[in-house]
């Protein structure tokens, strides 16, 4: 079965910094995309950033970049998410997320695996 475990995310305040890691199992780790997608309560699903494992190739939401960076470790089957200068507008469920290509961060393609989500709470 795939699996995309992300940990417990957090409260930190306007600022700060939070690291996501994702644990990915049942399917070929090199072959996929791996990254995140957010969903703050009445707003729309958003992609925030992915990684090409067969390329090394990063994608980041103009929301995000600057501040966020995406990195694996293929010997772990691993993804992190490590998240800067943390707004409240970034308050939101992020959901670890798979697919054959990074094409779901920027369209309204669904990834093909999501995890269950993590809440990210970045308080003023």
């Known amino acids: 079965d795939v699996q995309l475990q992300a940990s417990v995310g957090g409260l930190v305040q306007a600022g700060g910094s939070l690291r996501l890691p994702c644990a990915a199992s049942g399917f070929t780790f090199e072959d996929h995309a791996i990254g995140w997608f957010r969903q703050a309560p009445g707003k729309e699903r958003e992609g925030v950033s992915c990684i090409s494992e067969s390329d090394g190739s990063t994608y980041y939401a103009d929301s995000v970049k600057g501040r966020f960076t995406i990195s694996s470790d293929n010997a772990k089957n691993t993804v992190y998410l490590r998240m800067n200068f943390l707004k409240p507008d970034d308050t939101a469920v992020y959901y670890c997320?798979?697919?054959?290509?990074?094409?779901?961060?920027?369209?309204?393609?669904?990834?093909?695996?999501w995890g269950q989500g993590t809440l990210v709470t970045v308080s003023s």
């Open positions: 997320a798979a697919a054959k290509t990074c094409v779901w961060v920027a369209t309204v393609t669904l990834p093909d695996y």
